[in-house]
């Protein structure tokens, strides 16, 4: 099988530090990627090495089958690279950065402004078309990042934590365009921060840390082994009763945690209106409740063994 | 993405840095007060240079056949300035990131930039030589030898910008590249015989001023529209401009393709 993007132990160092010591991935044509991990585990720098923007130090990688060592004109021919920090010309109008990408391209100025209208009106930012780049909210200009980088119909998509810093609206609005690139075709490999992004988004997540490859798999794969959400309650009185109707409703025995704290794995949300109907109808009345997800530190931790902040293993 | 044309050729990298140097000129459309600034700035050289220090001198046209061609001079280097800050701003902010993934020539930003540069260095020269003119500045050469003298200040200054090009690209941040190039240009530009004669000046300075190829250019620059003989300076100008091009036009590209952060 040929893989849109493909890696084979790629290794960077940076003066005697290794940004990546051996990483593979595999990303077949028409799916998304996610590449999972905290700041410094070596995210950018894949993406960067993938873009052609740096050299590996060891190791190879290919895009389109092409080598992007060897062919990287040819691997520049079909990406699009969005950055992790906006990388639009902010003295030009969104509408000017879309024409000038287009006209790079070769297309005739009047494509150019055709194809610029058209991801204008795609990614809303048509009341904003005719204003400087430089006056964009955080959103607008993560969304003309990403039109930009479209502007050639790239089958093959970089985005570099397109969501980082973005209020839940604006990362929202990224989540449906990247389903909606992917709907038309094109492979994705999206880095991100987030857990929850890559459960969103990615067919397949690899978990990266160090610069080595800490976990893979399906997000269901991958949050089945970390613990998927949890339902937390803290009762103000009757402890065994409200105990006993969360493990009657959800079907797991609740964890014990401190204050009265209890909680259970959910996996399915209906069920949390239920356990708070029976817990009325007991007469129990809680301080406090909370559906929380597993951070990435939580899940690092289960996945691996490993914090993200420093190795325990 | 197979309806990307091939752009190798060298009529793709021609357009592109065409389009390039359309980016760089647009902000001065897009935001009139900078076009303020950049037209300002040579009429507030010749108000200082050519009005008040003229006036000190007693003799103000000959004051003004003096110290306007090295009015043009000043400015016309200062303005390489532009060239290494608006590369050294691409590169922090990600913009070469961009153009470096594309499929476009290697050296369209830079050949953008610094035709970009050389359009604003030309104008600005235009309206500083039209200041100097209504402040009492007389052209007494040829039209043709006029045009020369306005050529071989273009042809320097553009030899410069590459020099400009090479210190934004190797430039930490924009400050540090403006730093260094203030560092530079000042002791070139007033350092040399663009406002006063090395004749008059002390020991070391006057050493400098005699090997500062600056001076050569504002000596070839002053005859040329002036009329009077032009000596060796042009020559000395032609080399010194060949020099400094065939140095850093090679030292900026490779600069500008190793540049990895």
Not at chain 1, 79 to 102: F, H, P, W
Not at chain 1, 158 to 185: C, H, K, N, Y
Request: aromatic letters at 6%.
């Amino acid at each position: 099988m040929t893989y849109a993007i493909e890696t084979h132990g790629l290794v960077k160092r940076y003066g005697d530090k290794a940004a990546l010591a051996g990483i593979d991935l595999a990303a077949p044509p028409g799916s998304v990627l996610g590449v999972l991990g905290p700041n410094g585990a070596g995210k950018t720098t894949a993406v960067r090495i993938l873009a052609t923007l740096v050299s590996p130090d060891g190791g190879r990688a290919a895009v389109g089958g092409h080598d992007v060592v060897k062919a990287p004109a040819e691997v520049r021919k079909l990406i699009g690279l969005t950055g992790q920090y906006a990388s639009v010309d902010e003295k030009l109008t969104g509408r000017q950065n879309l024409v000038m990408i287009g006209r790079l391209l070769g297309m005739r100025r009047a494509e150019a402004r055709g194809r610029a209208a058209a991801l204008l009106a795609e990614f809303v930012l048509e009341d904003a078309a005719d204003r400087a780049a430089g006056s964009y909210s955080g959103g607008m200009r993560r969304r003309l990042d990403l039109a930009v980088s479209l502007v050639g119909r790239p089958s093959i998509v970089f985005m570099d934590e397109p969501t980082t810093g973005l209020d839940p609206r604006a990362r929202a609005d990224l989540w449906r365009i990247v389903r909606e690139q992917v709907a038309s075709g094109a492979t994705v490999l999206l880095t991100t921060q987030y857990l929850e992004e890559a459960d969103q988004l990615a067919d397949e997540i690899v978990l990266i840390d160090h610069g080595v490859v800490a976990a893979r798999g399906t997000p269901r794969e991958l949050k089945a082994r970390a613990g998927d959400r949890r339902l937390e309650i803290r009762p103000e009185h009757d402890a065994e009763k409200a105990e006993l109707i969360l493990a009657e409703v959800t079907g797991q025995t609740p964890h014990r945690g401190e204050n009265g704290l209890l909680s259970v794995p959910l996996l399915d949300s209906a069920v949390s209106p239920a356990v708070f109907r029976r817990l009325e109808e007991a007469g129990v009345s809680l301080a406090e409740h909370a559906v929380r997800r597993p951070t990435l530190d939580e899940a690092f931790l289960a996945l691996t063994g490993t914090t993200t902040s420093g190795r325990t293993r | 993405m197979t309806a990307v044309p091939s752009t190798t050729g060298h009529r793709g990298a021609l357009a592109q840095g065409m389009t390039l140097a359309w980016r760089s000129l647009v902000p001065l459309r897009n935001e009139p007060g900078r076009l303020v600034q950049f037209l300002l700035q040579p009429v507030f050289m010749v108000v200082v240079f050519v009005l008040m220090f003229g006036a000190m001198s007693g003799d103000t046209e000959h004051a003004a056949r003096f110290l306007l061609p090295g009015v043009l001079v000043q400015v016309a280097l200062i303005s390489t300035n532009a060239t290494g800050m608006n590369l050294a701003e691409d590169i922090v902010n990600g913009v070469f990131d961009r153009f470096r993934s594309m499929p476009i020539a290697r050296s369209a930003p830079l050949v953008g930039r610094v035709t970009a540069d050389a359009l604003t260095t030309a104008v600005t020269i235009a309206v500083a030589l039209l200041a100097g003119i209504a402040a009492g500045f007389r052209i007494t050469a040829s039209p043709l030898g006029t045009l020369a003298g306005l050529a071989l200040l273009l042809l320097f200054t553009l030899a410069l910008s590459w020099v400009s090009a090479w210190l934004g690209l190797k430039a930490k941040s924009v400050a540090s590249m403006q730093g260094v190039a203030t560092a530079v240009l000042l002791p070139l530009t007033f350092g040399s015989s663009a406002f006063i004669p090395p004749a008059n000046l002390p020991g070391v300075l006057r050493w400098w001023s005699s090997v500062n190829p600056v001076s050569h250019l504002a000596d070839a620059v002053r005859a040329l529209l002036t009329g009077a003989p032009v000596g060796p300076h042009v020559w000395v100008t032609l080399a010194w401009a060949a020099a400094v091009t065939a140095c850093f036009v090679p030292l900026a590209v490779r600069a500008y393709t190793r540049r990895i952060r």
